[in-house]
């Protein structure tokens, strides 16, 4: 045996010795890796539990307080004032490598070498949001029960459904704003009866978006259900702009699609024109929906308005009943 060891080729002590050294190595890294790894975790950890407590210490809801990535913004309610909220922080200038006041509304530090900026929502003026309900038509009982909610909704109903004029009808004796939901070619989903398609001639397109229109009493503008296709065609979207015009409509964008044409050929053709900023319900649980309808909130008191979209499902029908009436105590309108 010793003498067969003795006999095999230098090289393959070698091999054996690199590879020996290349797990021990391996290890080594993969050990040191987890370690800076865990520091990292237990620094940010640490930073953003201090951040947490001087907005505790305000007296701030974590309802008010959103988070993402570095950036923490914060909405302030009224009895709050600025210089307290400034006085709070400084007791965080001694563990901050850098600390700044930026505008009079971002605080912006670092600490443990991570760098945060705390975004104030200053209570100037009342924020606006629209709330617009999608397809609408397919059930009075869903009508009702929305139409009870005490808050400015939008709906938008669909053409040639089963209850289609029955809810327009309804929702308008109740005082609530009514808007088309026009149909149009998506993603191979069937958008339903008077849709628009992208292999249409134009005669055609003019003369579905006219009995589309005729269906529905009342209405104020058009928003687009699916149409993720369409809304990325200009010649067809200018078809459509050009007929709304005449009527004196506004349009809506669900972006369905990040390449929508709508936005830009708005501003060619003088078409009023909104987009949607965040669907509510795309999961139809109450933790998603409420955790939307406060995303939709923080984006209109940065930008002092956005427009949320969500449809007739029971879920959020509750949340919308249980969470509207809170939204005036927090200066925001519907």
Known sequence: MIQHLKTRPLYVYIIVASLFLALVLSSLLYVSHRRSL????????????LIKGCLFELGIKRQDVHIDGNR??????????????????????PLSSSYSIRGNHIISLVIQDIPWDIDLLLPKEKSFVAIIVDDMGLSMKAAKKLGSINAALTFSILPFRPYSREVAWYLHSRGKELILHLPMEGNGKNPGKGAIYTYMRPEDIRSILSNDLSQIPFISGVNNHMGSKVTQDKAIMSIVYEELNKKGLFFVDSLTTRDSVCKALALKTGVPFASRDVFLDNKPTYK???????????????????????HPHPMTIYVLKKEIPKLERQDVEV
């Open 288 to 310: 998603y929906i409420s955790t939307q309808l406060r995303k939709l909130i923080f984006i209109g008191r940065y930008y002092r308005s956005a427009i949320g979209i969500c």
């Open 72 to 93: 923490i913004s914060v909405y302030v309610p009224r009895k709050i004032s600025i210089d307290k909220i400034f006085e709070v922080f400084n007791a965080l200038r």
């Open 38 to 49: 865990k520091q990292a975790v237990i620094k940010r950890y640490t930073s953003e539990t």
